[in-house]
Nanobody
């Protein structure tokens, strides 16, 4: 299973980015998908999760109302739309996958991980 995260880059505060996570070797339409991030010098933290059909989403309080997780099962891809970005959103963003039915929020609940994409928000 490979999860390929992309879409990171440098953006000014208040701007937007859309991250993508494309899966190969596994049909992630059956999986719960999550996004996590790790800022320099900090532990990895949960950002967002979405259930298989997209009916349930979960967000960290720090991104609620600014970020939106979505999925296109036909493309085997999950997205993270990030709006009104803040400097504190600067981090490497990782996508993750696991089987199941809930919008899992803990890192140790996920089985498969992508390599990460760097998001840098300048003030």
């Amino acid at each position: 299973v490979q999860l390929q995260a992309s879409g990171g880059g440098l953006v000014q505060a208040g701007g937007s980015l859309r991250l993508s996570c494309a899966a190969s070797g596994r049909t992630v339409s059956r999986d719960v998908m999550g996004w996590f991030r790790q800022a320099p010098g900090k532990e990895q933290e949960f950002v967002a999760a979405i259930t298989r059909s997209g009916e349930i989403t979960q967000y960290a309080d720090s991104v609620k109302g600014r970020f939106t997780i979505s999925r296109d099962n036909a493309k085997n891809t999950v997205y993270l739309q990030m709006n009104r970005l803040k400097p504190e959103d600067t981090a490497v963003y990782y996508c993750a996958a696991r089987s199941g039915s809930f919008a899992y929020t803990r890192r140790d609940e996920y089985d498969y991980w992508g390599q990460g994409t760097l998001v840098t928000v300048s003030s």
